[in-house]
């Protein structure tokens, strides 16, 4: 049978059917599974059987979401995580010694940030970061110990882009692992193995799941480097649990519908900003403003449903647009069905010194929204009085 498309197979991927010959996946609340004898014991744990053994190696709940994640992103094997930054670290943790360097966008996640800088050092692992406005600068990081090449496209939260087809002939000319970060993105809106990344990792808290309900994260690409962080996470215990991989995967059967509704609004979130006053600059990929539209247009689908904006008057100005928004929910997260609005440099980015905000376009007055799926005019209506506010 021909490859099916992206929407059916978020929608058709299941695990087998048991004798109950259930519509829709069972939850599997088990922390492990029985063998039938001492022979089918001792060869499903020297591997010569793929089955399940225990719910922090495999389960058949995870097992079904890291299979659609694999489809949708077009990789060869995954494993599933607690959370996306357990999936971060587990892949870097698994693929890394002593002594390896890591070349890095400097715009990335902020735990991210300190797992290149507070911890991955104890370990003899350094980090050197690029501009990712200057992607011909990259090059130049690159050292005989470089062995992953990193970046987020879109950015948190300054929303910028990187040609993800560069760093893809980059990894490549320096038999480096390219390693990109998708959370922004998902599989419906960008797939960067088509690129030339080795491995994609997701926080599925996010835009996966959409509706604030569960933590996950996930890991997938190359079957190699896959087997490498399965066996780190196998022993080191960061698996998603039963119950959040079976929700994560019913989430994934709508994902392309939501996602498509969340760009639609965003888009028009992003056109009502740019045109208000008290706005400085809009930054939403598929708005041609934006310095890396074309690159966006080229890998995206879709724009995404998170939009950056500078309100004039910096630091005080965007403490006083979060007060004075009404239906909007200030909140640490993102990709969720609620729109939800943020102000970095007063909060998840305020222990940072501005001059090393700047460098990763976090001015004073950076309001970040993630556009949710309320009618698009409530949106904007409540935007609208906060900055008249």
Request: charged content about 20%; overall charge negative; glycine content about 6%.
């Amino acid at each position: 049978m021909n490859k099916k498309q992206f929407e059916t197979e978020a929608i058709r991927t299941q695990i087998n059917r048991t004798e109950f010959l259930e519509h829709t996946s069972p939850l599997y609340l088990t922390s492990s599974f029985v063998f039938e004898d001492a022979e089918d014991m001792r060869a499903s744990f020297s591997e010569e059987k793929e089955r399940n053994i225990y719910s922090r190696f495999s389960n058949p709940n995870t097992s079904e979401f890291v299979d659609k994640i694999c489809k949708m992103e077009g990789a060869e094997s995954g494993y599933a995580f607690a959370t996306g930054m357990a999936a971060v670290f587990s892949t870097f943790a698994a693929l890394l010694n002593s002594g390896d360097h890591i070349v890095s966008a400097r715009s990335v996640f902020g735990s991210t940030h300190s797992l290149f800088t507070k911890y991955l050092p104890k370990w003899n692992i350094e980090t050197s970061y690029f501009n990712i406005n200057e992607p011909e600068t990259i090059e130049g990081f690159i050292t005989p110990k470089t062995k992953i090449l990193f970046a987020e496209s879109p950015t948190n939260p300054a929303v910028d882009i990187i040609d993800l087809e560069l760093l893809g002939s980059i990894a490549k000319k320096h038999n480096l692992i390219l390693v990109i970060d998708n959370c922004f993105a998902t599989p419906y809106l960008q797939q960067p193995i088509k690129y030339g990344a080795h491995l994609v990792i997701h926080s599925a808290t996010k835009l996966i799941d959409g509706q604030g309900r569960v933590l996950g994260g996930v890991t997938v690409g190359n079957e190699d480097l896959i087997r490498e962080i399965y066996l780190f996470a196998r022993n080191t215990g960061p698996a998603l649990s039963p119950f959040n991989a079976w929700t994560l995967s019913k989430s994934l059967e709508t994902l392309s519908v939501r996602v498509d509704k969340h760009c639609e609004n965003a888009l028009k979130v992003a056109e009502f900003l740019e045109a208000h006053p008290q706005v400085n600059w809009v930054k939403y990929p598929f708005l041609k403003s934006h310095p890396q539209y074309k690159v966006a247009k080229k890998q995206m689908k879709l724009g995404g449903n998170i939009v950056a904006f500078e309100i004039k008057g910096g630091i005080e100005a965007g403490r006083n647009f979060l007060n004075a928004i009404k239906m909007c929910s200030l909140s640490a997260n993102l990709g969720d069905t609620r729109t939800i609005v943020t102000h970095p440099a007063s909060t998840t980015h305020s222990g940072l010194a501005e001059a090393d905000r700047l460098v990763v376009n976090i001015t004073d007055g950076l309001v970040r929204v993630s556009v949710g799926l309320e009618h698009v005019y409530d949106v904007i209506g409540d935007l609208k009085q906060a900055l008249h506010t």
